[in-house]
């Protein structure tokens, strides 16, 4: 089955600096990549996907990369500010037949200090 | 907005009872999810559904079994609990398909603690 690493598992940064977290994962076939945002006390948020006909998708001060070749994709966040602060968790799956499970790497805890 | 609501945010239980987990969604979705979710070992699937009284085996469902009578709910159920079981549970739920089912809408979860 497929399995995703997520690097690094917690990252700290001032305000105002970029954050990025990237993740690697085993199966070629898979062909989409969520990211979650976990905030404390709350259960998991999408913030912003991917999918494997796209190299890049930017929304406001968040970005995601992916390399297939390689296979792994990468968040970007500029201009971190303290509401940033969260769990971040990368995932993989192979949409499209019966299948339907995402597979999410450990987590990323993003610390943002004003 | 869509909402997942899970029947408790804290529990307390006995090694060996019987614990249900229950969770609702509003928005008329297919698939449903239970998770557990640990320290350093991120959100791991336990069991899904993707139609009523239909249910798939996720990556670690030893010791679980869920329910799915509505399509708007999804129970987990933990036969004989035991304190390796104390985890924080989430459920999850999407729409039916690629294109549009992929986003995940989760609960806030359910802290659960076996003694």
């Known amino acids: 089955g497929e399995n995703v690493e997520q690097h690094p598992s917690t990252l700290s940064v001032q305000e105002g600096d970029s954050a990025v977290i990237k993740c690697t994962y085993s199966?070629?076939?898979?062909?989409?990549f969520p990211w979650y945002k976990q905030e404390l006390g709350k259960g998991p948020q999408l913030i912003i996907d991917?999918?494997?006909?796209?190299g890049e998708k930017k929304d406001q001060r968040i970005a995601v990369t992916l390399n297939k070749t390689a296979k792994h994709f990468s968040l970007h966040i500029t201009e971190t500010q303290p509401e940033d602060s969260a769990v971040y968790f990368c995932?993989?799956?192979?949409?499209?037949?019966?299948?339907?499970?995402?597979?999410f790497g450990k987590g990323t805890l993003l610390t943002v200090n004003p | 907005d869509v909402k997942v609501t899970q029947s408790s945010r804290y529990l307390v239980k006995r090694t060996g009872e019987k614990v249900f987990l229950e969770c609702v969604q509003d928005?008329?979705?297919?698939?449903m999810f239970w998770y557990r979710q640990d320290p350093g070992l991120g959100l791991r699937l336990i069991y899904f559904?993707?139609?009523?009284?239909?249910?798939e085996k996720g990556d670690i469902p030893e010791g679980y079994s869920v329910s799915r009578e509505k399509k708007e709910r999804f129970s987990l159920i933990l036969e004989s609990a035991s304190t390796n079981q104390t985890s924080m549970y989430l459920c999850?739920?999407?729409?039916?398909?690629?294109?549009?089912?992929?986003?995940?809408?989760f609960g806030p979860g359910t802290r659960l603690l076996v003694l």
């Open positions: 999850a739920s999407s729409l039916l398909g690629p294109g549009v089912g992929e986003t995940q809408y």
């Open positions: 199966d070629s076939a898979s062909n989409y």
């Open positions: 991917i999918r494997s006909n796209v």
């Open positions: 995932a993989a799956s192979l949409w499209g037949g019966s299948n339907y499970k995402l597979t």
């Open positions: 928005m008329d979705h297919e698939n």
């Open positions: 559904s993707y139609d009523v009284k239909m249910k």
